[in-house]
């Protein structure tokens, strides 16, 4: 019987809390009436990676199929588009019983498998790959768990050691204390638009000597949250590092769908291990992750994600079933909506115009919001961002008064927390708090950009007049009512800076 917190697995009482979780329960509560003593209406969250939560709309083609699927009915129902019906059809067919409430098979539905697979041989210009060595689970992050519990083993010396940029996904930490892997911080290049440097990934690697086993090395690419994306030459040097080390390549991929970074183009580490040549191709091993929570579908709660293993001996690939086997199978709505992610419309289908437009408009949204949020966080006193190549986030620094520090050290808080904290109370914006820099009173904050555009430009607003009042730099510009202030920035923006109590 657990009777006290002694009594429950040491490994799980060692899982740090993330700053997110923290600061989700705050605004979580916030009442719903808030407009009766603050200043603002309702929370705005750009602090996680679920577009859905700010207002972004779903793809009308995923959630049509989806709904005849839940409920077959709908067939008969002629405000579907035909194509709509057929996939729904088809997919119900691929269902034991032929209803969504069935279980699958523990690694996925070997039709989306192969939908899968067809995706990444279309995406990596021929290169084929195989259904049996992709696994579908409830989300990238169980897919990466699995993987991670293989590695994971040994105590002090011996314990393993996996290879992870700092910054990382705010989920990461978490994950490897609750499989007992340490993690090797290796730091990503700020001034060079957050790039990965294969020199601090050496020194990573031999500062790990003596007090680990480093078995892996975690990428993520587009960077989550920095939103970098690797060139091919450097992923050719992080593929030629791994192979001399012997390590496993663990690449977080999830945001391949959105680079927008002029003369940007996504790659995976695959494509670009196989057109190495044989002496690579054969030898790497390598597990990429790719996520329905990606940004331009975002169906985050629909809980689905998958890993295709390359150069993994087949009887590891069995231990792979038998883990997910634990979870019985991925959510089969999930699952469908993968299939639909990956195999959209096609030209002359009648859902393709309007499925089209609407991946447009998302794109378009992302790419105009991160240059518009880029803009006003550069023209803030005490911020500084680097640009985004792609991924939902912009990643900046901000100096915060040694009197912040103060408040938030006497609290028993990190001090990007405390001003996170402060200003989800103050005017309701909730943004990520990223961690220090490592330099004596600079933070990180992480925003996510993919957000409908008024949404995102009303976070802006909210966040310039927090910060401008915080640190004492707005102006008179006229009278706006009591206790208030006018101020404006170059960025344009113009706002009404109210008291607060920081």
């Not at 550069?378 to 991924?391: R, V, Y």
């Not at 904050?445 to 707005?474: I, T």
Request: glycine letters at 8%; one cysteine or more; charged letters at 20%.
């Amino acid at each position: 019987m657990i009777t006290s917190l002694e009594y429950v697995n040491p490994r799980v009482r060692a899982i740090r809390v993330s700053k997110q979780t923290f600061l989700q329960s705050l605004a979580h509560q916030i009442p719903q009436d808030v407009t009766e003593q603050k200043p603002f209406k309702g929370v705005i969250d750009v602090s996680s990676g679920d577009p859905h939560r700010a207002g972004m709309k779903p793809i009308s083609f995923v959630r049509q199929a989806l709904a005849v699927c839940l409920y077959p009915h709908l067939l008969q129902d002629n405000a579907f588009p035909l194509d709509v019906k057929l996939r729904a059809q088809r997919l119900l067919q691929i269902c034991e019983g032929e209803s969504l409430g069935s279980y699958t098979a523990s690694s996925g539905l070997h039709h989306v498998r192969q939908t899968i697979a067809d995706f990444i041989t279309k995406r990596d210009a021929g290169i084929s790959a195989n259904p049996k060595n992709i696994f579908i689970s409830s989300g990238a992050q169980r897919a990466l768990m699995v993987v991670v519990k293989l590695l994971s083993g040994g105590e002090g010396l011996t314990q393993t050691g996996i290879l992870a940029p700092q910054p990382c996904p705010h989920t990461l930490p978490p994950l490897l204390d609750e499989a007992g892997v340490l993690a090797v911080p290796y730091r990503l290049m700020e001034d060079r638009g957050w790039a990965l440097d294969l020199n601090q990934l050496r020194q990573a690697l031999e500062s790990s000597r003596g007090r680990c086993n480093p078995r892996a090395l975690y990428i993520s690419n587009p960077g989550n949250p920095t939103g970098h994306v690797q060139d091919r030459k450097s992923i050719q040097e992080v593929i030629q590092l791994a192979a001399a080390e012997k390590l496993l390549l663990m690449v977080d991929e999830m945001y391949q769908d959105s680079v927008y970074g002029q003369n940007t183009e996504f790659l995976s580490y695959k494509r670009v291990l196989f057109e190495m040549g044989r002496e690579f191709s054969e030898t790497v091993e390598l597990v990429s992750f790719h996520s329905l929570s990606c940004a331009t579908v975002a169906e985050c709660g629909l809980r689905a994600g998958y890993m295709e293993a390359v150069n993994m001996d087949p009887d590891v690939l069995k231990v792979f079933d038998t883990m997910l086997c634990t979870d019985i199978s991925a959510p089969t709505t999930g699952q469908l909506a993968l299939d639909l992610m990956l195999n959209p419309p096609e030209p002359g289908d009648p859902s393709y115009n309007t499925h089209a437009q609407e991946l447009l408009s998302t794109r378009t949204a992302l790419t105009q919001n991160a240059e518009r949020a880029l803009e006003v966080l550069n023209d803030l006193p005490g911020f500084s961002c680097q640009p985004a190549m792609g991924g939902i986030y912009l990643y900046p620094r901000v100096e915060l008064p040694a009197e912040i520090q103060e408040q938030a050290e006497i609290l028993g808080l990190e001090a990007d927390v405390f001003y996170c904290q402060k200003l989800l109370e103050e005017e309701g914006l909730l943004l990520g708090a990223g961690g220090p820099s490592g330099e004596a009173g600079s933070y990180h904050l992480r925003l996510r950009v993919l957000a409908p555009m008024d949404v995102l430009e009303d976070a802006l607003q909210r966040l310039s007049v927090f910060h401008l009042h915080l640190m004492g730099h707005h102006k008179d510009t006229g009278r706006k009512g009591k206790g208030e202030t006018g101020c404006s920035s170059k960025s344009g923006l113009t706002c009404v800076v109210q008291p607060t109590t920081v």
